[in-house]
Each structure stands twice: as C-alpha cells, then as structure tokens.
C-alpha cells in the first residue's frame, strides 16, 4: 500500500491523531493528579495499540534514508517529569506468559515504557511529517516494525499495570 494511501484511511488517520495526543500528553505534563494523570495515559495506550494493530506491512523505500535518532538524553526531562507524577513506576510481570517453561516474573518500569514508546512513536512522527514520501514510507516501515517487535510489549503491560496501579489509588 503507497503512503497516499495508508495517509487516506480512517484507521490510519486515527492512529496518527492518537500517536499525538499521547506524545502531546507526555510533552506538556497535563494532569497533577496521580489517579487522573495514569488514568488519562491508560485510555490514550489501549487507543493506541488498538489502532497500531491496524497498520499494514510496508517495503522499505529503494534509497537509503538517514535513520531519525531520539535519544534517551533528547527525552531526559520528559522522563524525569514522568517518573515525579508517578507514585511508584515499577510492577511485576511475567515476560511471556504463554511460554510455560519460563514463568519468572521480571520487574518492570512504567517510565521505561512510557519512555520506549514515546521515543518509537515520536521517531514514526517526525519522519511521517517529512515532505519526502521516501522519509514517510522509512517512517511507516519502522513504526510497524518497532509495534511489532517493541512497544507493544510495553504497551501492553503498561496497561496491564496501571489497572493495578487504578485499583490501589486512592
């Protein structure tokens, strides 16, 4: 499927308005209250993997594009702010919880996927707003693959644990 065409859907159209309003969200520190704050990120996770999961495979371009790059230091305020409205980021998971022969539990950190996922969907932006349709469909490529391969795990326990974190807010 061309850029134009993906651009042109309601599902895709819906995903990009998603992807910024969650890094909107995060950009601008909305919400001082802690239940509204993981609450309102809940809802803008499950909209996003909802949509994420839409998006069809795409070829990388023919040309070799420069790779955008968001580091953890570009993002460091970002985190710092997060992990302040945050009363305690971290919960236990299982990693994988249909392999049966590995069922240890891990910690995870609600910052680290917040973090993780920012950066991968900021990265997709960034590119997507490139007036060169090769930077786009580079953009395109990397966002489904790094769903795929990356920020859906993290997106998913995020939700995973902020349900917890929800029913033990005062």
């Not at 134009?4 to 919400?31: G, Y």
């Not at 790059?69 to 993002?75: A, L, Q, V």
């Amino acid at each position: 499927m061309s850029v134009d065409n993906i651009a042109k859907t309601k599902d895709f159209i819906t995903f990009v308005d998603r992807a910024r309003n969650f890094c909107t969200f995060l950009e601008t520190h909305q919400n001082d209250n802690y239940k509204s704050f993981i609450s309102d990120i809940q809802k803008q996770l499950i909209e996003l993997y909802t949509f994420a999961r839409t998006l069809p495979d795409f070829d990388l371009p023919d040309r070799d594009i420069a790779e955008i790059d968001i580091s953890d230091d570009d993002i460091r305020d970002l985190l710092s702010f997060t992990r302040k409205r945050l009363r305690g980021p971290f919960y236990w998971i299982v990693f994988d919880p249909t392999d049966h022969s590995d069922t240890a539990s891990v910690c995870g950190d609600l910052v680290d996927d917040l973090g993780d996922m920012y950066k991968d969907i900021k990265t997709f932006l960034t590119g997507f707003d490139d007036a060169d349709d090769d930077v786009k469909q580079n953009a395109l490529w990397h966002l489904k693959w790094s769903f795929d391969n990356h920020w859906n795990d993290h997106c998913m326990n995020a939700i995973y644990a902020i349900h917890y974190f929800l029913k033990h807010a005062d």
